[in-house]
């Protein structure tokens, strides 16, 4: 049995990821219910740590996809990887992208962003982002299968869609230019 289905069936790195992601919504809510209005500061502060959190998996896993699709199936290197990769995506990537969620709808919400353009612009590509994650989390998966049909190269630009997405994203919320 490979180390990714032992963690797959004893859930101990998802049930952790499940743990932490309980923990920062109930200190997320904590925090809301204790400062009230004056919790916003505090919770944009966690959403860009849960964002900082996404885009490092999401930079980091297609560049783990690069080595992996130039190991040989079944090999101890590949099945490091196919460790690493799930782990990055349960433990980091999976929570960190529902936090940033959770927390920017609210932050939105209470600033009054849903009419703005520049948020329409940001939620689109923010859902294009998502977009990106669920493709690298079916790949992960193609991976742990040895069902992997894409080069290296192919991972090389792939790896470059989140930058390019996050550079947009970050522009139109500091800028706001419509």
Known sequence: MSAVAKDRRSGTPA?????ALGITVAATAA??????A??????KAVHVIAVIAWMAGMLYLPRLFVYHAGSKSGSEQ?????VMEYRLMT?????????SWVLGLWLAWQAGFFTSG????KLALVTAMSAVHGMLSAAVRRFAEDANARSAGYWRMMNEVPTLLMFAIVI???VKPF
């Open 172 to 174: 139109l919320v500091i």
């Open 78 to 82: 590949s099945e490091t990887f196919k």
């Open 91 to 99: 433990i980091i990537m999976n929570p960190a992208m529902i936090v």
């Open 31 to 36: 925090v809301i219910a204790i400062f009230g």
């Open 38 to 43: 004056d919790a916003y500061d505090w919770v």
């Open 15 to 19: 049930a952790r990821a499940g743990i």
């Open 118 to 121: 520049w948020f329409h612009a």
